[in-house]
């Protein structure tokens, strides 16, 4: 599946090694997995993946199914939008007392 670019307001890009541009955007997520919901903030955001802080620690290779909630005016749009994606936890760690995960993103669509 293909990744459209959409250009978001407001946010700076961070270059890396990675492939995909990476946003650092502060975004409420919902991820459920084995059954399990898990609440999440993006530290930031890329058409491939995330990395989240959690409020409860989730396990290295972990399929999961995610919710982005993406307020108006975030990527240009001017109501309320959607992320749902599904994907795999590849990194699982601690850091300044708060687990966090990152996320390979294998399939999106908006909602």
């Given at each position: 599946?293909?990744?459209?670019v959409?250009?978001?307001?407001g ?5 890396s ?14 991820l ?40 108006s ?39």
């Open positions: 599946m293909g990744f459209a959409v250009p978001l307001s946010a700076r890009r961070c270059r090694m990675r492939g995909a541009v990476r946003y650092p955007l502060h975004l409420r997520v919902t459920v997995a084995e059954g399990q919901d898990y609440q999440a903030i993006t530290e930031d955001l890329s058409a491939s993946g995330a990395l989240l802080r959690l409020e409860k620690p989730m396990r290295l290779g972990q399929d999961v199914e995610f919710l982005v909630e993406i307020p005016g975030v990527l240009e749009l001017s109501m309320t939008a959607a992320l749902h994606c599904s994907g795999k936890i590849v990194r699982s760690f601690w850091k300044a007392g708060h687990p966090w995960a990152a996320v390979v993103i294998d399939e999106y669509r908006f909602q």
